[in-house]
C-alpha cells in the first residue's frame, strides 16, 4: 500500500511511501489485539483503591445482645460485616497487582494487525520530519491544523528531542511517541496515526 508524503505546511510533496506488507498488510488478529489492550489498561491501574474490613472499623466490640434467648440471629461487635457502617468481606486491598504478562510474539502480532487495520481504513498520514528550532506549542499544533489531522491524533516519531517534547506536552488532542514505543492501544485509541518520514525507516529495520 502506497501513501502520500504530506509537507509541514499541509501540502502534498509529490512523492509517495510503500508501507511494509509485514507490518501494514497481514491478516489481522483480533484476539492478539484484544490481550495486548487488555495488559495495557491492567498495567496502568495503580490500585490505589482501598476499603475497611472488619478489624479495621472504629468501634465498640461490646457484644451486642446475649448469645441466646433473644429469638434473634446471634451477632458479635457492631462492627460485623453484615450490620450497617460495619465493615466488608473481602473488600478490595491496596496492594492488589493488576498487571500480567504476554508473550513478546503475541505483541507484536497485536501491533500488526492495529497497524493493517488502520492502513485498511486510510487512517494512516506521513509528513515530512517535524524539527522545532524553537519551544512553542502554537507552531506545533498549526503544522496538525495545517494537515487537518484533527482531535485525538497520535505523532509518532523516530526521536523525541527536547523542543519537541515540550512544545507537545501541553497539547492534549495530540500524543507524540516514538515508533520503537508504539503500542497497540495507541494505536487504536486515536482517529488519525500520522508517522514521520523517517520513522518508517524502524519497519523497514
Do not use: W
Not at 189 to 205: D, G, Q, V
Amino acid at each position: 500500500m502506497k501513501v502520500k508524503v504530506f509537507g509541514i505546511n499541509g501540502k502534498e510533496t509529490g512523492r509517495e511511501i510503500e508501507l511494509p506488507e509485514s507490518f501494514f498488510g497481514i491478516e489481522p488478529n483480533d484476539h492478539a489485539i484484544y490481550l495486548d489492550v487488555k495488559q495495557y489498561l491492567a498495567n496502568q491501574r495503580q490500585a490505589t483503591h482501598k476499603s475497611k474490613e472488619k478489624a479495621e472499623i472504629k468501634g465498640s466490640t461490646k457484644k451486642l445482645r446475649k448469645q441466646k434467648g433473644s429469638g434473634a440471629a446471634r451477632i458479635g461487635s457492631i462492627k460485623s460485616p453484615v450490620l450497617r457502617g460495619g465493615g466488608r468481606v473481602f473488600g478490595p486491598r491496596a496492594d492488589r497487582d493488576y498487571s500480567f504478562k504476554l508473550n513478546k510474539k503475541l505483541k507484536a502480532l497485536a501491533r500488526k494487525s492495529a497497524l493493517t487495520y488502520r492502513a485498511k481504513a486510510k487512517e494512516i498520514m506521513i509528513i515530512e520530519d517535524l524539527r522545532m528550532d524553537v519551544v512553542k506549542s502554537k507552531d506545533f499544533v498549526n503544522v496538525f491544523n495545517s494537515l487537518n489531522a484533527g482531535v485525538k491524533s497520535v505523532f509518532v516519531a523516530n526521536e523525541i528531542d527536547a523542543n519537541l517534547y515540550l512544545s507537545s506536552r501541553n497539547v492534549q488532542e495530540i500524543k507524540v511517541t516514538e515508533v520503537a514505543k508504539l503500542n497497540t492501544y495507541d494505536i487504536l485509541n486515536c482517529k488519525k496515526l500520522i508517522f514521520a518520514e523517517s520513522s518508517l525507516e524502524y519497519f523497514n529495520k
